[in-house]
């Protein structure tokens, strides 16, 4: 089975929500329950495997609504 970055995204937040309610932090599992969407970005780093293959390191960003969202 195949996901797309939707059905992939959806997923990292349930068992990242999971984890950290099984291991005590339901703060942090409630907060993530407030996330609008998540989107996969690539970085700047990468590394070139063995068969010289290039891979790209990719960082979750978590959107949330306008009144969440933390000012620098």
Avoid: K
Avoid at 11 to 18: D, I, K, M, Y
Avoid at 20 to 28: C, Q, S
């Amino acid at each position: 089975m195949v996901m797309d970055d939707d059905e992939a995204a959806e997923l990292v937040l349930a068992q990242t929500a999971h984890l950290l309610n099984n291991r005590g932090d339901r703060e942090a599992a409630q907060l993530l329950t407030e996330v609008d969407h998540l989107e996969f970005e690539r970085t700047d780093d990468s590394f070139t495997t063995s068969s010289n293959w290039h891979e790209y390191f990719y960082a979750a960003v978590l959107h949330v609504e306008e009144h969440l969202e933390v000012v620098p």
